[in-house]
């Protein structure tokens, strides 16, 4: 029988249309997504950076229409969305809706085959105001000659808000926005057997189960983040995918039990939950505000205590505060207390992850890169098991995977110790 292997890659898709974001802007060349140091502004717009002359010309075909856009704009910057949303309706009017075809196992997809979910867009008050909102604007940037007619301009707003893929770095972090149209032939399940991860723009799809078939339309992605409980992920999806899940995860209780798991009666944590979700929330609020990374810790820290014979070690309140804490002792280079964090973390990130998931890798090689640094024996075996991991999710011929080699095979250089980063 026919089947995708653990492991396989099953797809790598280029974008239709891409764009990075804006607090990226200067950190990241516009074109391949990489980190370079003096990257070289676009000499016209000044908005733009790239790498060398190399992803300038490369990114020119598509910049070159934009530039006189942004540069007309000035002082104004167009956001991300913005952009992102004008590149698509500038390719469309040049090229139509119906080229370029991406062929995905037997299936041919274009931009006119991707779904926009129209009518139910118009019967949706806050999305129709969204969408007003940025028709003036698009108005303002491209010029009123360069606006669909409404209808067109529903079709391509809808296929936006129902296909824009977040581009991520090795860390799973959001550095920019992009339509993808193989990837967009896969349906969503909360629990996938193939994940996305990003090669630069490159978008690559990986079987992270045995899949006992080669039907892509039954070969499952996570259009969401996983760890959240059953409502919010169909809070969620409701709002803008205009579906309902019904995977295992969203028709059995046992994902929700055990992410609001008690140590004591639910009428005796009652009060204690409010104050928790309270917490989380401000603590999230000092993260926006860039407050220092030892306030978040202390804030971090005097909740878990608050939580310690309340809540269970898998409870979604407690993984929250634990991933900010963790994130706040890398920051303030607090090793022995970020390890301790790290440690926690992986219990619940096991259960609602999965034994391979790039969440879980990333997660680990940071933990593995900290016992290096604390000269802890353990590092060498869990970064084996981080090798295990990104042979399925990433592949060996994936740059973390790479560098995931040197670190493994370079016992004297430590790792950097500023961010701790993957990608170093």
């Given amino acids: 029988m026919q089947c995708f292997q653990l492991g396989e890659l099953i797809l790598v898709s280029k974008p239709y249309a891409y764009v990075l974001n804006n607090d990226c802007r200067g950190q990241r060349c516009d074109y391949c997504f990489q980190k370079q140091h003096n990257l070289k502004r676009c000499s016209q717009c000044s908005f733009l950076y790239f790498c060398d002359k190399t992803c300038q010309k490369k990114a020119w075909e598509t910049h070159k229409t934009e530039c006189k856009f942004i540069m007309k704009a000035k002082p104004k910057e167009p956001t991300a969305s913005l952009r992102l949303v004008s590149l698509i309706i500038l390719k469309v009017k040049k090229n139509g809706q119906e080229q370029p075809i991406e062929e995905v196992y037997g299936r041919k997809v274009s931009f006119k ?67 993808y149209l193989g990837a967009s032939a896969f349906d969503h399940s909360c629990s996938p057997d193939a994940e996305v991860v990003f090669d630069g723009t490159n978008l690559h799809i990986r079987a992270v189960k045995h899949i006992p078939h080669r039907d892509i339309s039954k070969v499952y992605i996570s259009y ?23 995977c295992k995860n969203c028709t059995s209780t046992d994902y929700n039990e055990m992410m609001t798991k008690l140590l004591i009666s639910e009428k005796e944590a009652e009060q204690h939950l409010i104050k928790f979700k309270a917490a989380i929330e401000h603590i999230k609020q000092m993260e926006k505000d860039k407050a220092g990374p030892s306030s978040i810790y202390s804030a971090c820290v005097q909740e878990l205590i608050s939580q310690d014979n309340v809540l269970a ?46 969440t879980l890798g990333i997660h680990l090689f940071k933990v593995g890169k900290i016992q290096r640094l604390l000269d802890l024996s353990s590092w060498t075996d869990t970064l084996q098991e981080v090798e295990k991991i990104l042979q399925v999710t990433h592949g060996k011929s994936h740059p973390l995977y790479q560098n995931l080699l040197k670190v493994l095979n370079d016992s004297e250089t430590l790792p950097c110790l500023s961010t701790l980063s993957i990608e170093e």
């Fill in 313 to 358: 070690d898998t409870h979604i309140y407690r993984v929250k505060i634990l991933e900010m804490a963790f994130n706040a002792c890398i920051f303030n280079n607090q090793w022995t207390d970020a390890h301790a964090m790290g440690i926690q973390l992986l219990k619940p990130y096991r259960i609602f992850y999965g034994p391979y998931h790039p």
């Fill in 224 to 246: 969401i983040e996983q760890l959240q409980l059953t409502k919010e992920r169909q809070d969620a999806l409701r709002e803008q995918y205009y579906f309902l899940c019904q």
């Fill in 113 to 179: 085959t991707l779904m926009s979910h129209a009518e139910e867009i118009k019967q949706n008050s806050k999305t129709c105001q969204q969408m007003i909102a940025m028709v003036g604007t698009i108005k303002d940037y491209i010029g009123h000659s360069n606006i669909p007619t409404p209808p067109e301009f529903i079709e391509i707003f809808g296929k936006v808000c129902i296909n824009t893929f977040s581009i991520c770095d090795n860390e799973m972090q959001s550095i920019g926005s992009g339509i």
